[in-house]
């Protein structure tokens, strides 16, 4: 089983940063991918900003030039600089990982950010 421990949500004003660490602990796997995603209320979950095992990065237009993902092994951070009450929602973290040739899909348990004006 494969767990992921989110950390660094808060309130912070527009304009102001933040930074979000997830780290995913277990045995027996490897991650292929990390990624962002944030969930407002009466809104879909969307993604905000994915990484892969190579390095290679991809972030939904909102937050681009504002939002910046990075990983270190097994843990992915999301600095997120500039932000927007259009920012605030629950951001969860998500993680493809791989176990003997077969991809599964795990999430942490969200971290609320609340961004005022």
């Known amino acids: 089983q494969v767990q992921l421990v989110e950390s660094g949500g808060g309130l912070v004003q527009a304009g102001g940063s933040l930074r979000l660490s997830c780290a995913a602990s277990g045995s027996g796997f490897s991650i292929d991918a990390m990624g962002w995603y944030r969930q407002a209320p009466g809104n879909q979950r969307e993604l905000v900003a994915i990484?892969?095992?190579?390095?290679s990065t991809n972030s939904a237009d909102s937050v681009k030039g504002r939002f910046t993902i990075s990983r270190d092994k097994n843990t992915v951070l999301l600095q997120m600089d500039s932000l927007k009450p259009d920012d605030t929602a629950v951001y969860y973290c998500r993680a493809y990982v791989n176990r003997g040739g077969v991809l599964f899909s795990y999430w942490g348990q969200g971290t609320q950010v609340t961004v005022s004006s």
């Open positions: 990484i892969a095992s190579g390095g």
